[in-house]
C-alpha cells in the first residue's frame, strides 16, 4: 500500500495518520516550510523543523501546539519514521522522508539544488517515490550562480548611487530578503520593511546569523534610505511611498525575471533572475538523485514537466493540490 | 556586440522615454563607428533578406538543446519570443569572442551564398560563443526584426541631441535612399546623400477634444466647421522641385502613395500643405479599413490602387511662394489654399477638405449625426481668425467626435499575449447570440486594467472548456462592452460583418449572457450604415 494519497484536504499518510502541508485543517500538519501555500491556519498541531516554527509563530500567531525537529533526526508516529531533510527553499524548509516497512516516500515541498548561503543546502535523499514541485519546469530557466548575480545587483545599486537614485529591490519576505540581505552585505545600509524585518528577528532569535538591518520607519530620512538599499516585498511594488523616494529605481528578484515579458510585465526598472525554486537543471538532477521510482509532479508546469519525465524513463504523474500561491509562484501561471 | 548589448538592456531596463534616449545617446557616443549606420538601419525597420529561415534555426537549437519539439514549443509559448527561447534553451557557451556588431551583421549576410551546411555551422560556432543576453540579439540580427521598444522618432531624437542637428533633417536623413555599408555616421547624421533643406516640415497643429455642448464656444459665426477625417495626418512638401509626405507620425511616407506624386509637377516650389491622407473613390471618402490597405507596404499592386485610390483633403496652407504663413489668420491662409488646390491640373485628388456650413450650434449638432455616412468622425471646429500653432493649444482648435458604437458581448475564448503580457491570458474573442449559437464578432486586447486582466485571466484557469493549441475556449460568462467605430460587411468572417477598431470599453460585471446584443442588431446596424 501506498504511503502517501492526495486528499481533498492534501497530502495524506494513511498509515501514520497525518497530513503534509494539508489545505484544510487536520489534527496534525507536517510542514515543509512557512510560506503561506504550505503551512494554513487551524491545524491542531504542527511538525515542522525549528527555524519554521519562527515563521509559523510570526504569520499565524503564537499559541499554536507546535512540535519541531531538527534536520536528519527522526521521530515515530504510529510506527511511520518521520525526519527532515533540508530543502534549501528558504531558512527552516525541509524535505519531509517517509519510511514504513522498507518503503521510504520524500515529499520536498519547495526546494532549489544550489546553496543560497542563508538556508542550509539542498541534499537528495534516496526514495521509492518522490514529491517535486515544477514551478520552473521548462528548459529556458537556467539559473546563473548566485554569485554572479549578486555581483549583477552590486552593479546596479552602484549605477543608480552614481546617478543619485534610490535603490529599492523587491523580495519575497521569506526567503528572497534573507539571501540578499546576506548576499549584499557590506554593500550598504539596508532599510527593509516591517513584514521582513519581523522575521529577521526571530531568525537572529534562533540563532541565524543575519548582517544587520533597519526597519523603514517615518523617522528614516529620505537622503539615507537613497544612499542604503531599501528591500520590500512585491505587494509594495508599486505603491505610493517608493514613487515618493528620490529618483526610485526598482528591482525585482524573481526567477520570472529570467524571461523580458516577465520583467516588461512588471515594469520594473530592473529584473534579477534570482529564485528559491530548482531551475530545470536542477530539478532533473535532484529528481535522478533520488533514483525514485515514481515522481509525482505537484505545482507549476505540472503536464509539461511529467511528460518530460515520462519520455526520460522517469514514471511520473501529474496531481493537483493548492500549491504555487506563494509570492513567487503566483507570478506567472501555468 | 557588447557595446550594444549593453544598450538593448538598457532600453529593457527603464520604461522611461527620457532614459531610453539617454541610453541611444550614450550608445551613438560611445559605440564603434562602423556600428551604427547598422543600428540606426535596424532600428528603422531597414530589413536585410534573412540569411537563414526560422524553421532550420529552430531545428538546430532544439537538436543543440536536446530537447524534443514540442518542449521547445511549450518554452516557446512561454517566452513569447523565438529569438529569446533560442537564446535561453541553449546550453552556455563554451568560449567567449568579443567581435564587434557590423562584423556579425556582414558574416550573415555573406551566409546567403553558402551552403546550409556552412550555415549550420556558422550558427552554432556563433551560440556557442555569445552569452544569453548577446544570442538573444544575434538571433534577432537574423530576423533582422527587431522590436525592443524604440520608435524611429524616438531614435531620431537621440541622433538629434547626439548630433546637434535638428530632427527633421535626421528624420529625412534616415529615411533615404543608403546602406549601412556604404555610409559613415558622419554622413548619415548630416543627411550628406540627400539634401534635408528641402523637406523640413512644420510641427503639426493639434486639436483638443470638446467635451461639452459647442454652445460655450460663443458665437457660430466666428468658427470654420470641417468634418473630422479618419486617415492619416499628413504634410505635403514641395521645394525645390522635390516632393515630400510626412505623416503625423513624423515619418517620410512620400513613396507609399503614387498617386500624389504628380504634386512634384503642378504644386508650385516653396508650398506645404497640411491635410488628410484619404482613401477617396468616385469622390466619396473610403471607411479608414480600406485605406489600410495601402499602408506599410513596400509594393502597392494595380488591384490596391483600383480598390483603395488614395486622395488628400487639404486643411491648410502653412507655406506659400517660400513664405511661412502660420502666423496669418485661418480666413486668409483658407483662401489662399482654395487658389492653390483650384490651380492644380490633376483635378478631384487634392482638394480643400470641405466647410461645413451652419447657422446655429443645434444645427451643427445634427450634421454632426449625419458624419459616420460620409465616413467621418465628427466635427471639427476652428476658430477663424487662428493662427497655426504648434503642437496642441487650448481654444482655437477644437474635435467634435461622435460618440463610438457599442454592443454588449460574452467572451468565449481566451489565449496568452505575447511580449509583456506573455504568461497571462489577454488577448479575448467575443461573441453575440444568434439564436442559440455564439457567432463571434471581435477580437480585442486592451482597455483592460492589469488587476482586471489578472482576474480575467483566473477565470480563463478555471473555466476553460477545451484547447486549441494556445487558445482556450471559456464558459462563456463574462459579459464586455465592446465599443467599435464602424462595421463592415465581411466575407471572411463567420459572422458576415466586421467591427472596426473594437476595443474593450468596459467590463459589464452587472450583465449576465443571456443580456448581450444578438447578431441581428449588428446586421441592423450594418444596413444603416450602408
Given at each position: 500500500m501506498a504511503l502517501i494519497s492526495f486528499t481533498n484536504k492534501g497530502i495524506y499518510c494513511r498509515q501514520g495518520g497525518f497530513y503534509i502541508d494539508p489545505w484544510q485543517p487536520v489534527d496534525l500538519a507536517v510542514t515543509t516550510h512557512g510560506h503561506s501555500d504550505h503551512v494554513r491556519w487551524g491545524n491542531k498541531a504542527y511538525l515542522c523543523h525549528e527555524l519554521t516554527r519562527s515563521v509559523i509563530e510570526q504569520r499565524l500567531g503564537e499559541d499554536l501546539h507546535i512540535e519541531t525537529l531538527p534536520y536528519n533526526k527522526a521521530v515515530g508516529i504510529n510506527g511511520v519514521k518521520v525526519s527532515f531533510f533540508p530543502a534549501?527553499?528558504?531558512?527552516?524548509s525541509a524535505q519531509v522522508r517517509l519510511e514504513y516497512k522498507g518503503e521510504v516516500c520524500v515529499v520536498s515541498g519547495d526546494y532549489k539544488t544550489e546553496d543560497d548561503g542563508v538556508s542550509t543546502a539542498f541534499e537528495p535523499v534516496k526514495c521509492h517515490t518522490f514529491v517535486s514541485e515544477s514551478t520552473f519546469g521548462l528548459p529556458i530557466y537556467k539559473w546563473q550562480p548566485q554569485h554572479v548575480i549578486m555581483d549583477n545587483i552590486r552593479d546596479w545599486i552602484s549605477r543608480n548611487r552614481d546617478q543619485q537614485k534610490t535603490s529599492v529591490l523587491i523580495a519575497y519576505s521569506l526567503g528572497k530578503a534573507q539571501r540578499l540581505i546576506s548576499g549584499l552585505s557590506g554593500y550598504g545600509e539596508f532599510y527593509t520593511h516591517a513584514s521582513i524585518e519581523n522575521l529577521n528577528r526571530r531568525f537572529r532569535n534562533a540563532g541565524v546569523m543575519l548582517p544587520e538591518t533597519t526597519m523603514i520607519n517615518p523617522e528614516i530620512k529620505k537622503e539615507a534610505l537613497q544612499q542604503g538599499i531599501v528591500i520590500v516585498p512585491p505587494a509594495l511594488a508599486d505603491s505610493r511611498w517608493i514613487k515618493n523616494l528620490i529618483q526610485p529605481a526598482t528591482g525585482i528578484c524573481s526567477g520570472w525575471m529570467q524571461v523580458r515579458a516577465g520583467r516588461r510585465w512588471r515594469s520594473a526598472d530592473a529584473g534579477f533572475a534570482l529564485s528559491d525554486h530548482a531551475d530545470w537543471p536542477g530539478l532533473l538532477g535532484a529528481i535522478r538523485a533520488t533514483e525514485a521510482e515514481q515522481v509525482y509532479v505537484t505545482h507549476g508546469y505540472t503536464s509539461v514537466f511529467s511528460r518530460y519525465l515520462n519520455e526520460s524513463g522517469i514514471k511520473a504523474q501529474e496531481v493537483k493540490t493548492?500549491?504555487?500561491?506563494e509570492e513567487e509562484e503566483q507570478e506567472v501561471l501555468p | 556586440m557588447k557595446r550594444f548589448t549593453q544598450l538593448i538592456r538598457e532600453l529593457e531596463t527603464s520604461n522611461k522615454t527620457n532614459d531610453k534616449i539617454a541610453a541611444l545617446i550614450s550608445y551613438f557616443t560611445e559605440a564603434a563607428d562602423p556600428d551604427k549606420p547598422y543600428v540606426i538601419a535596424m532600428f528603422t525597420g531597414k530589413r536585410p533578406r534573412r540569411p537563414v529561415n526560422t524553421a532550420l534555426i529552430r531545428l538546430w537549437a532544439t537538436e543543440l538543446a536536446r530537447i524534443p519539439d514540442w518542449l521547445f514549443a511549450e518554452s516557446y509559448h512561454s517566452v513569447g519570443d523565438l529569438s529569446e527561447t533560442i537564446a535561453l534553451v541553449l546550453p552556455p557557451p563554451t568560449r567567449l569572442s568579443n567581435r564587434p556588431l557590423h562584423e556579425w551583421i556582414q558574416d550573415l549576410q555573406a551566409l546567403h551564398l553558402q551552403t546550409e551546411a556552412e550555415k549550420k555551422q556558422f550558427i552554432l560556432s556563433a551560440w556557442d560563443s555569445l552569452d544569453t543576453q548577446e544570442r538573444f540579439i544575434f538571433n534577432k540580427l537574423i530576423s533582422?526584426?527587431?522590436?525592443?521598444?524604440?520608435s524611429a522618432k524616438m531614435l531620431v531624437n537621440a541622433l538629434a541631441r547626439q548630433s546637434g542637428t535638428e530632427s527633421s533633417k535626421i528624420m529625412h536623413s534616415i529615411m533615404g535612399k543608403w546602406e549601412p555599408s556604404a555610409i559613415n555616421f558622419a554622413e548619415l547624421t548630416s543627411g550628406a546623400h540627400v539634401n534635408t533643406d528641402n523637406s523640413w516640415p512644420y510641427p503639426f497643429c493639434l486639436a483638443y477634444a470638446l467635451e461639452n455642448a459647442p454652445e460655450a464656444l460663443g458665437s457660430p459665426g466666428e468658427w470654420q466647421a470641417e468634418w473630422k477625417w479618419d486617415g492619416i495626418r499628413g504634410q505635403i512638401i514641395k521645394r525645390n522641385g522635390e516632393l515630400f509626405i510626412w505623416s503625423r507620425g513624423e515619418e517620410l511616407v512620400t513613396a507609399q502613395f503614387p498617386e500624389l506624386h504628380f504634386l512634384a509637377a503642378e504644386l508650385p516650389d516653396g508650398t506645404v500643405l497640411d491635410g488628410e491622407i484619404l482613401s477617396i473613390k468616385d469622390g466619396n471618402v473610403q471607411a479608414f479599413s480600406i485605406l489600410q490597405q495601402?499602408?506599410?507596404?513596400k509594393t502597392i499592386s494595380k488591384a490596391q490602387l483600383l480598390s483603395a485610390p488614395v486622395g488628400f483633403y487639404s486643411?491648410?496652407?502653412?507655406?506659400?511662394a517660400g513664405a511661412d504663413l502660420r502666423s496669418e489668420t485661418l480666413t486668409y491662409r483658407r483662401s489662399v489654399l482654395e487658389q492653390v488646390t483650384g490651380q492644380l491640373k490633376t483635378k478631384g485628388i487634392v482638394i480643400p477638405s470641405p466647410v461645413v456650413a451652419f447657422g446655429n450650434w443645434e444645427e451643427l449638432a445634427m450634421l454632426r449625426e449625419s458624419a459616420r455616412q460620409l465616413n467621418s468622425e465628427g466635427i471639427m471646429l476652428k476658430k477663424l481668425d487662428s493662427l497655426y500653432h504648434a503642437g496642441r493649444n487650448r481654444g482655437d482648435w477644437w474635435k467634435w467626435k461622435i460618440n463610438p458604437y457599442t454592443v454588449d458581448t460574452v467572451m468565449i475564448y481566451a489565449q496568452k499575449g505575447s511580449g509583456r503580457r506573455a504568461g497571462y491570458y489577454t488577448d479575448y474573442t467575443f461573441a453575440v447570440r444568434d439564436g442559440d449559437q455564439l457567432i463571434t464578432v471581435a477580437k480585442a486586447y486592451s482597455g483592460l486594467t492589469d488587476k482586471e486582466i489578472k482576474e480575467v485571466n483566473s477565470f480563463v484557469l478555471k473555466n476553460a472548456v477545451e484547447k486549441f493549441g494556445p487558445v482556450r475556449t471559456v464558459k462563456p460568462e463574462l459579459v464586455f462592452e465592446i465599443a467599435f467605430e464602424g462595421i463592415a460587411e465581411s466575407k471572411r468572417h463567420k459572422a458576415g460583418l466586421a467591427l472596426r477598431f473594437p476595443r474593450i470599453a468596459r467590463w459589464r460585471k452587472d450583465k449576465k449572457a443571456d443580456e448581450i446584443n444578438t447578431l441581428d442588431d449588428l446586421r441592423q446596424l450594418l444596413h444603416s450604415t450602408l
Open positions: 534549501g527553499h528558504v531558512i527552516g493548492r500549491y504555487g500561491q | 533582422g526584426n527587431f522590436r525592443i521598444g524604440v495601402r499602408l506599410n507596404r486643411y491648410d496652407l502653412l507655406e506659400y
